[in-house]
């Protein structure tokens, strides 16, 4: 084709590059995504352990670690039936760490939760209870008796790692009869769908049909910067939490309604009542050319680079029926819409965000 | 001083460079796929202008960004009817880029196919014509003529950027009568895909429905380092051509037969017979850890960020259903056999290849 | 030590190391440098060539990566008499790369300057004609006549490359008798220090002992991006000229008057009559913290890594001797300075600065 | 979950990592030295804490950064007489640290050497005392009876950061006399010139006077990858210390010796003694031109950027008198030799290298 059509190439593409955000990788590791219609989105952590139980570092070190990954809360979750370090800390308060890590927050505003974690064999396995007023009366040889007095202190209990090889060998997250007891006590709310490095597609499905709240925690012990490779743009999974304001009680309430997404291998896991809005918040499209084939920037505001199928009415110019939206950048898209139109509306399944096991979230953009 | 020097101060400057320890990103641009079982993939640009037509460098730099990029074969296609620098360059003989770039590509094996842009206005708009045997004898004001001529040549001959929106303003590729005629004579036998920065899945289909080979090319008017910022690991589109040898006849040979895949934007085209063995290809697995939830490291030794939906009987213990593969990296995979097996098969659909507009070629990978 | 200190540690590194400017690497090519008081700095390169000569590309690209590298002002100078391409472009009007260049350029503030460069075999070599009136009468068996027609036409003329070993094997540039005859009648103004990859410390000391203006030129017959590595950070060498405004004529005044500056290789060459307010106008402290032991933050505005030796009555409390400035960054300087001062002034030896063979400008830093 | 599950997903996440092909900025910390003649170029840190005195870390998060940063030899040296954690760890045995950092070291080939910081008002300030053999037996009131038990004890001691602003308020380090006293009864060999991010000139030159060993060391409280912007290339000061062999004698036998040399902030101090033969056994010399202009290509093998002023007899033709010879890359040097040599010598002064505040080591490069 001839020289003028090279010449709108050049000018259009580099639009579409120097639409970039962020700067050289390593430099910035807050994990960033836009607040919903309603709710504030909070990025939370809320497994994870210090020199108090089997960590390897005092609580300020997880309240830098959280203020350098820009989240709003966390909870220091150390097992309460194991202290490994008893011979040097020898008589461990259970609220100890939250005391730390309140004093290492300091004057920011990083929400810390008071928690810890239930810590047995299987059946039940491990639970973290978060909200505790002490933990100390949470020791009880017999399981029950300990969910009971969490519940009667308006604890949120979420079962950890449910998938855990060491308790589920196969891997395959199941319920037995005790975790069947304890959902009809209503004495557990949540379920991890990740933990660490590892993801559950039972999990999923667990969640979806016992209406459990879906949850994604690093259970940190060593560093966060070394598990998860942050020097090469890596993050630990966090839990968002859509809440009406940034505080404990909006966020207890929050995680008691189920209203949470799970962020970690650039996958978004969640109802598609939080994903459909979290994404559709994450774009923003600016229409830069009218005419049969209309030019589109749309920006992306989250840390996702999100994976599109095209569900729309038309075909793409400049992009096949996979779009993918990068991270903080601006992505040029030509639509062909065969007639002129003043305003049109795109659809796309988000097909690395997932509502069960197998279906994804749609999206659609407006453009006017 | 004189051109004898400057290639001296290139070959000492490039030795010091590639004496680099850590590679920055960047410096390697090589297009890589491996071959396919029966066929050599062979990396191809078959459109791009000069300053004998309306480009604005010499053929010498074709022939280098060509070898820059790892190409095995390109063709130099300067319009045959338009020529706006006739001022300086009065008398063009159209095999003058062939000669000059054969010369260029002196003892490298780069494989340069002569060959011209036939430049109609619509219907029937452009088409390249390859493996041309005289470029002069394709000037006739009847485009039939010119045609039948590039067939009795023995030319392979495909239609250029249906989708141009100079010539087709709604930008959908679509069969005019002329169109119809010319491929009823046997007068062209392929379809540009994707063309310097935009796609057709309108020619995907006129493929699909009307046995022609799929084509891509960057149509390089200006520099490919600018178009498609090279410098932060962009690339021009190719064509992946399946050759029995890396020779000019297995290569038309192919492109007769339609064995070819085109690759940009992350994303494959082309007809599954090919896009399956080619990422298969690409993919090699080991299993490092056996047991109920085997281990296996996958590493894809090809360009492509392969975005796979699990269509296995199994479930991920570290990844959702959707898993990314990046281009030549090793990935860890865990898999929940729920049994332990000797060997088993994983399957999955190959989002970012299609062989259709909106379907996408399966691959089998098996561990053992 | 004691925890209170690597607070404060901290938090300084900190801002040190937020102060970068610059995109990653590869985004931004420009080369900045600031203004000096009662001068702008104009980043030039006034040798190229094109396919009007030996080059390979059509002036358009030449202009393109001008544009690209931020440039204010260049010139193409194809060869008078040497003209590869006859075979092709049969009468080349020798201002038609100018006439060229000028139409690409268009409406950027880009400066065109006309200019050719006289072949001869050594004595005298090649030298660039800048500013010149019409090439077509430069050309004449005796290189005197030519010389003498340059002048009456108001060129300014430099030596190129008199370091060049296809000329001057041993690679030292030394006057012969030709050169001084020219030199005494006032024919040439100036002499490459840098040319392409090379430098040339003889023609440093040239410079000086003549009263010649120094330049350094890319001398480019390919694409600036491949011989200079842009992709990885390189760029071309070029001269800055220290003019009191962005035009022609003011140019040409500064040229004649030798304010140049020349840069390459993170070194620049010049007179310390402009190489000092050149180092001085690229810092801006700003002191962050008084005391017994002051902290300053020093910016860098300048592309070079400047490659300071303390001259300073004072130590510094976190470098030795010798402080690397990095281009574009703010680099945090504390000073033991003994006893507290309301104001003091640090002086340092620019290492990577020339101003002659071995010697270096320096500069004074005032900090209030 | 447990420990054991962690370091099972460290193991797979690094199998996973190292697979990558193009090794991203930031991925490779190891600080590297080559050894040199007689001598092995060991690695160390002799300064750190944890949570047993003020420190953020258990001990074995101290074990793995060194393991990380690829060093030799550690000693965690908390502080003898300050104990702020002492509510949580009420009885610390001031051996622990050493034991807990043995066991977590392994099978590693990583040296841990006991040691404990002595921690006085000024004077004397802060001593680090190295091989000692019960730290428990180091406290009294009167310092001069800890200095002398730790002698008894055949330790190796040192002052620490001498130059602190808390104790040394203009930061100018200096004896007073209970320093005097203290070298006079032989009770001190070392001194620190770099801490945490500070250096010291007048150190140095203490060290020179008295002779006194050089150290440098992180000091480090919180985390290495953090106060050292690992991510970005960064890394702690280290003491390289020139052993016989890696054995704790050996490395006691050298810093008793003096033979050190102190790296940060890409300088190098020592006695000329030991930098001369560090410089010229990082670099290798490979002549890959001969002629008038001679090509050599200098590999450099260490971390350091080395800034090099020429005092050949030679000028270079690609390059002024400063070259920076970039870590572990190779560098392109033409040298104008003027006549052809079979051989010759180039000679250097090396700027970012120290042995007295204002002098440099030169190293000699022999071309054959």
């Known amino acids: 084709m001839k020289q003028s059509f090279l010449l709108i190439g050049i000018s259009l593409f580099t639009l579409s590059l120097s639409g970039q955000e962020h700067k050289p990788a390593g430099n ?53 039936e194991y202290q490994p370090h008893r011979e040097d800390i020898p008589h461990p308060d259970r609220n100890r760490t939250y ?26 396995g491990h639970f973290n209870a978060l909200f505790v007023e002490d933990v100390n009366q949470l020791m009880d040889r017999d399981p029950l008796l300990v969910f009971r007095e969490a519940k009667r202190q308006g604890a949120y209990v979420f079962w950890n790692h449910p998938h855990w090889t060491a308790q589920q060998p196969d891997g395959v997250a199941a319920f037995q009869d005790l975790h069947r007891q304890l959902l009809a006590e209503g004495l557990f709310q949540g379920i991890e769908v990740y933990n660490e490095l ?12 016992h209406h459990l709240t879906m949850m994604g925690n690093s259970d940190m012990h060593g560093l966060i910067d070394w598990m998860y490779d942050v020097a090469n743009g890596g993050h630990r999974p966090v839990t968002l939490v859509f809440a009406t304001e940034k505080t404990p009680e909006a966020l207890k309430e929050a995680l008691f309604d189920g209203r949470t ?5 650039n996958t978004l896991v969640g109802k598609a009542s939080v994903l459909t809005p979290l994404v559709e918040a994450s774009l923003k499209v600016e229409k830069i050319r009218g005419g049969l084939v209309p030019a589109l920037e749309i920006t992306n505001h ?27 950048q601006t992505t040029l898209v030509e639509v062909k819409t065969r007639e002129e139109m003043e ?26």
């Open 261 to 265: 997404a799970v962020w970690f291998d």
């Open 302 to 328: 989250s840390d996702a680079d999100y994976i599109l199928e095209n569900a729309s009415d038309f075909g793409l110019h400049n992009h096949a029926g996979i779009l993918v939206l990068k991270a903080h």
């Open 28 to 80: 910035d590791r807050t994990i960033e995504f836009p607040d919903i219609p309603g709710y504030r989105s909070l990025v939370c952590d809320f497994h994870m352990h210090t020199v108090f139980s089997d960590g390897n570092v005092w609580p300020s070190i997880r309240v830098e670690e959280a203020l350098r990954d820009g989240l709003d809360a966390i909870s220091i979750t150390d097992h309460i």
């Open 99 to 124: 005391e730390l890590a309140r004093k290492a927050a300091g004057e920011s505003d990083l929400l810390i939760i008071p928690g810890a974690e239930i810590t047995r064999s299987m059946p039940p």
């Open 343 to 368: 305003s049109f509306t795109l659809r796309f399944r988000v097909l690395n965000a997932f509502d069960s096991p197998h279906t994804h979230p749609e999206i659609e953009l407006r453009v006017d």
């Open 198 to 209: 590892t993801f559950s597609e039972e999990a999923v499905e667990l969640a979806r049909e």
